[in-house]
């Protein structure tokens, strides 16, 4: 019956597993030829709200590759529209906001989302992937943190300083809170609404963190992400902690909470786990770029970080952040053979 | 007679000084009135190709806020040039490096430096600086490390993945080693001229050495930074050794070298100091970003990161990076009043 659980479950619960389990962030994109054909005909917002072809793109990694976990097919800023801030995505320049916050009257434009209507599509999405999908197989649901998506919509994209979000935070304290306070129940209820549809972890992406100080961390952003951990800990299934950048400030994300902090690669995973404590699940922590290097360079980097997790129990295999377009599908399936094969 | 010497180089022996030194990185620039005056007029390859502008322009901030160091006007990319590789400053876009570096043969072509011919303008506006300069304040020579070279050299600008430079240092190994043996002896011999033209403390950037992983650090750039340190030991002055982005592998930044570690904000100071070791200075680390924050905020986060310090001997205060064009110039001198005014 135990063994029945998906390994990658187990792992995050800390429980011994026959080999560690991997899979990727970003694990179904731009990298993969079946994502490409799909991209010629639909918009990446296109392909988001439509469950079926959601439900595709999910499982086009699971195909060719047999991760032992599916992410559901989305982008973090999903949540934006139904908030009432529109965005698109600009050829090869990532998400363009159409509208960015600038003010406490914006923040208090922003409309209560019920994610079970405005984003049933991805809900649908998890239900059609979890039909499909192999029993040993976790499906995990995802959402952007509050400070994540709070430095989107202030933005209005991507961004170096992140000096617009800064200057919110710092000057208009009152509506900077009601902005997190915002996104925290969005992101709650989003998170919980998956779970709902059958996902059987959520992992939070607090992906740009790592731009702020870790006074700032504590101050502006700490209490929306424990609110967010809180909030779902009845739901009794692994929780991820994401962020880049955090290596400065480890023992706070953990303090954030999460049953499984995720971590990038600027940061050796023992040390990192050390920090975090041996009583949560470590997922990393390759560098994406690894995977433009030849195979030997590539493979002792594999090894590297399964040396460094010393098969303790909880470590999950994955990369310090998302694959990039450029990434060879052959390397990929490289590294998982490498990873099943470890010892 | 020991009371005379410069404060800042007091603390960067470790010695107990009257109060914490204070400068900034970029502490001449834009964010300056009597700067964009100048650039008005000038490109920023002019001023800093022309001595006595290069010295004007140093000059600037230490008549406005009398900190505690001068840093000579230049920029780190002014070697590349004289080993053959153009550039220029697009408008509002960083610089453009006309052919990129990409591979052996680009490598091969790069010409030996005699810095004192093809740089000697620096040296000019070294001299001229010292020689107007209070003697309490201590003047600053500066490059940038062979990491950092290359990553502009190949990438032709700023980059977000550094995916060129990894892509060539994984795949073509000899010619990254001989590109950063060429870009150490280059830095050695350009540092070397700056410290007999008057400099009295010398400053490697290792600005984005904080995209690598841990691992790729020690095998590809520390040797090379090391061997930077290591041939200017000799000079018997501080040599202060600054990266953003290492809060994952402040101990392999100590080893590579440095008398003064200078690390960015996303690190507490005190925990960054312990990693680096108490027989280090340590430089730092407000959040430039910090400077547009109200008045009150700011002041707390001086005071945070002196608290940090702890009156330890040994430290140097500054941004955890350089200033934005954006900061207003009135924050600067009440940061200075307060790290004077402390305790």
Redo the contacts between chains.
């Keep these: 019956m135990e063994d029945s659980q998906p390994r990658f479950l187990k792992a995050c619960r800390l429980e011994p597993v026959d080999r560690t389990p991997v899979w990727f962030m970003r694990q179904a994109g731009r990298y993969m030829e079946e994502y490409r054909r799909l991209r010629r005909r639909y918009g990446m917002l296109e392909l988001c709200r439509n469950p079926e072809l959601a439900a595709e793109v999910t499982l086009q990694p699971i195909r060719r590759f047999e991760p032992d976990a599916a992410i559901i097919f989305a982008d973090i800023l999903l949540p934006l529209p139904p908030l009432g801030v529109e965005f698109e995505f600009a050829a090869g320049e990532g998400p363009r906001i159409h509208r960015p916050l600038r003010d406490p009257a914006d923040v208090a434009r922003l409309r209560p989302v019920v994610p079970e209507e405005s984003l049933g599509f991805v809900m649908e999405a998890l239900r059609l992937v979890r039909a499909e999908l192999d029993p040993r197989i976790a499906l995990i649901g995802f959402a952007g943190a509050p400070f994540t998506l709070a430095s989107y919509m202030i933005e209005g994209g991507h961004s170096r300083?992140?000096?617009a979000t800064?200057?919110l935070m710092?000057?208009e304290p009152d509506a900077w809170r009601n902005l997190m306070s915002v996104l925290t129940r969005t992101t709650v209820d989003y998170l919980r609404a998956q779970a709902a549809a059958g996902a059987q972890a959520l992992q939070l992406f607090d992906s740009w963190v790592?731009a702020?100080?870790?006074?700032?961390y504590r101050e502006f952003v700490m209490p929306y992400s424990a609110g967010v951990f809180r909030s779902l800990e009845d739901l009794g299934i692994p929780l991820i902690h994401f962020g880049t950048?955090t290596?400065?400030?480890l023992e706070l994300i953990r303090e954030a909470g999460g049953s499984v902090i995720g971590v990038d690669?600027?940061?050796?995973l023992d040390?990192?786990w050390r920090r975090v404590g041996h009583d949560r699940a470590i997922q990393g922590n390759l560098?994406p770029?690894?995977l433009?290097?030849?195979r030997p360079?590539l493979k002792g980097?594999v090894e590297?970080v399964l040396d460094r997790a010393a098969g303790r129990p909880g470590h999950v295999f994955n990369l310090?952040h998302g694959f990039?377009p450029?990434t060879p599908v052959d390397n990929v399936s490289a590294v998982i053979d490498w990873v099943r094969g470890y010892r």
């Design positions: 300083h992140f000096l800064k200057r710092y000057e790592g702020l100080d870790p006074d700032d950048g290596a400065g400030f690669w600027r940061v050796p040390e990192a560098d770029l690894a433009m290097a030849p360079i980097k590297a310090g990039l450029e």
